[in-house]
């Protein structure tokens, strides 16, 4: 099977030949350090993006082809370009196209947000901000002969990556979070004016983007973010009050234009919200973050919600792959295939970005294991099985 007649599988929940593996979407690539010593590590002269910046905020970066090749890697990415974005003057950093100002931390390998552009906004001024221009084709330019070409060309599945933006996400960034907390509870008129501006604003760039790449894509990734490490960043009754349903009219959107399933990212201790986001048309749950309460048990979470929705990520980056030994971390790629990957439903990738605190033999090991054990999920049922996981042991 080519990896896309396996994506095709595996999200009609039916066993694929082999399962698929991903890496390269700018939540969900390497960080440009870690891409250094990978290199190094593989003694691979051919990789050289490590400039190649994918994701400003991360520092990550676009990793070869032949990175890609080397790693097995079911997937290809078609990625907006960064439009709109402005450089500080004050201190190093840029002004993102949603007014959101960002300073850079340390040596560059991460920026913060630095202040909120509409906190001292009313609903009767709110117009009045220099909203993102949705129709800007420097956006999406020379997307579509990409698309075009690696659908005629290849067997990859090809995702269209997010526009990075969320109608929660923004709203935080752009209003302040504890401002924005609060208008959810005092001032909805604003809070809902503020999310609608946010959510025709996007629907209006996905309708430009799938008018570029939409006959030849697969898969659609959208972002936000709804919990903490610990617990959900917002009460399940006020998700499904003032955010849910306008989620939701994105994700129709997006579906309405192209024949794509539809991906959804939010990090965080999210099991309360897990049974909301079929009804939102999601197909796919990404990262599913093992390290957080209550995604940890893989096994319950596709005996809850598998037949609703496929799983994305489960390896985690925050602890196991920066600290396993090698021993822990085959048995914990083991126990994710495992759980996820009976009757299809599961690509796997790491939860977020590799980070630079990873060593380069485990993300050689992370792929190079996930390949050999993807190709019979329920025969490692005697490995996994009385077998504590990484973070039982470390608990």
């Known amino acids: 099977m080519t990896p896309r007649e396996c994506f095709h599988a595996a999200m009609n929940h039916e066993q694929p030949e082999r399962l698929l593996l991903d890496m390269g979407k700018h939540i969900g690539s390497i960080h440009r350090r870690a891409y250094v010593k990978l290199k190094e590590y593989l003694g691979d002269s051919s990789m050289i993006n490590e400039n190649v910046i994918l994701d400003r905020m991360a520092q990550t970066v676009v990793p070869d082809e032949s990175l890609l090749q080397r790693f097995d890697i079911d997937f290809r990415w078609i990625v907006p370009h960064w439009v709109q974005v402005t450089e500080r003057k004050d201190v190093p950093g840029y002004i993102d196209m949603w007014g959101v100002p960002y300073k850079a931390a340390g040596d560059w390998d991460h920026c913060v947000v630095d202040g909120a552009p509409v906190r001292h906004a009313t609903l009767q001024n709110i117009d009045d901000f220099q909203w993102p221009d ?51 509870v005092i001032d909805r008129g604003f809070a809902e004016a503020l999310m609608n501006r946010i959510l025709t604003t996007l629907k209006e760039m996905w309708s430009r983007y799938m008018e570029e790449v939409g006959p030849y894509v697969q898969l659609a990734y959208v972002t936000d973010d709804l919990g903490s490490q610990s617990s959900l960043l917002i009460s399940p009754k006020m998700f ?3 955010l849910k349903p306008r989620m939701k009219e994105l994700n129709d959107h997006i579906k309405s234009l192209a ?6 990212h939010t990090d965080g201790a999210v099991l309360p919200l897990v049974g909301d986001f079929p009804e939102m048309n999601v197909d796919i749950l990404n990262p599913v973050q093992t390290s957080v309460s209550g995604l940890d048990d893989t096994f319950a979470l596709k005996e809850s919600f598998g037949d609703r929705l496929s799983f ?13 030994t090698t021993e822990q971390l085959e048995q914990e790629i083991a126990r994710r295939i495992y759980d996820l990957g009976q009757s299809g439903g599961y690509i796997l990738a790491p939860c977020h970005n590799i980070g630079h605190d990873i060593p380069p033999e485990n993300v050689v090991t992370l792929y190079e294991k996930a390949r050999e054990y993807g190709h019979d999920p329920a025969a490692l049922q005697s490995r996994v099985e009385n077998t504590p996981s990484f973070f039982s042991r470390t608990k």
């Open 134 to 184: 949705p129709n800007d084709p420097e956006q999406f330019r020379g997307l579509r002969d990409k698309a075009k070409h690696l659908y005629e060309n290849t067997d990859y599945v090809i995702g269209a990556d997010a526009i990075k933006a969320g109608v929660l996400m923004n709203s935080l960034q752009m209003r302040g979070y504890d401002q924005f907390f609060m208008d959810l």
């Open 240 to 242: 499904r009050e003032m």
């Open 259 to 264: 024949d794509v399933k539809l991906m959804f």
């Open 312 to 324: 994305h990520g489960a390896i985690d980056v925050q602890q196991m792959l920066p600290n396993a």
